[in-house]
């Protein structure tokens, strides 16, 4: 087997174990919430008989480790169960606001990297100053930002005050036609902006250090003293190998992107994944918020799964170890 297709399946393997943690954590810590469960299923003035065939009915009444077997059983056939509150497939709920989530999260993603990496060639070409000391500076603030503070003073400044920008929801009932792909882009400004806020000190300070370290290295010398210019030097040479460290940033910082678009979601009353989750804890809705969660992990392990295996395109001695 090549070095290449052992170095994947080490990748495949850790993410099905780590999917395999996240589910069984997320089914053990739901379990573990305040309140009962029957609540959502039953309706108090049901009698006890009726209570009990209902929560029969929903395996509620088995013990632990039966509805873990059986939850683990319909995951592996793609069922995620049924909504207590909806009465209709959580696939069906998750579906529905997934779009949404991806929407915001990837523009987020898109918008931060193309700024972030712009921002930390400047501070590394102009090193120690007036531009590089600022663009520290705002990393620094950047990162110690938190998501709700930024959500409410967005709201309160762009919304409230301004108001140049819509203050919740995904669009307007009343827009129709082309113009509501506007609207969605209106109502996207403020959650995306929230989000890169809070992501972008990452970035730009990563690539700020790993861009000076390969600009002392000896092949950007050897670059220089054939008398290629420096923006050749810069954005040719060092950025590529300066993007690695960045490319593995970009994996780990999905985690926190998704944790931020469930406060972000909840802020601007966005209608994604988040805002479900919110809803459904709200609500005690099991289902809806161990198959929300489900969908989040995966979709972390295997963005981190693809940053691996790109990391080991980029650098083929990360395939030897």
Not at 27 to 41: D, M, Q, S, Y
Not at 94 to 116: C, N
Not at 163 to 183: E, F, K, Q, T, V
Request: net charge positive; aromatic share 10%; hydrophobic share 50%.
């Amino acid at each position: 087997m090549s070095t290449a297709l052992r170095f994947a399946g080490r990748r495949v393997a850790r993410g099905l174990l780590t999917l395999w943690f996240a589910v069984t954590a997320t089914f053990l810590l739901l379990r573990l919430l305040p309140g009962n469960p029957a609540l959502a299923v039953a309706n108090p003035n049901m009698t006890k008989h009726d209570q009990a065939l209902l929560l029969h009915q929903y395996g509620l009444d088995q013990p632990l480790i039966v509805q873990y077997g059986k939850y683990l059983w319909q995951l592996l056939h793609g069922n995620l169960g049924i909504s207590f509150t909806q009465q209709v497939p959580v696939s069906s709920v998750l579906l529905a606001r997934l779009p949404w989530t991806l929407l915001l999260t990837g523009s987020a993603l898109a918008v931060t990297i193309a700024v972030g990496v712009p921002l930390g060639v400047l501070a590394a070409t102009r090193r120690g100053t007036v531009v590089d000391r600022l663009v520290q500076l705002g990393g620094v603030v950047g990162q110690s930002l938190f998501v709700p503070s930024v959500g409410i003073f967005l709201l309160f400044f762009f919304g409230l005050w301004l108001r140049w920008l819509p203050i919740g929801g995904a669009y307007s009932p009343d827009a129709a036609g082309a113009g509501w792909y506007g609207n969605v882009l209106a109502h996207l400004v403020l959650p995306c902006l929230s989000l890169m806020l809070l992501q972008i000190g990452s970035y730009v300070l990563t690539l700020r250090a790993s861009l000076i370290d390969a600009l002392g290295e000896d092949y950007c010398e050897l670059a220089r003293a054939k008398g290629l210019p420096n923006r050749a030097v810069v954005w040719k040479h060092a950025l590529r190998n300066a993007l690695l460290p960045t490319t593995t940033l970009v994996g780990l910082q999905l985690g926190f992107l998704v944790g931020g678009a469930v406060l972000t979601e909840t802020i601007f009353a966005y209608p994604g994944i988040g805002r479900g989750i919110y809803e459904a804890v709200t609500q005690l809705d099991y289902p809806v918020l161990q198959g929300a969660f489900v969908l989040l992990a995966a979709t972390v392990v295997v963005a981190s799964m693809l940053t691996d295996l790109l990391y080991g395109v980029l650098d083929p001695r990360v395939r030897t170890r």
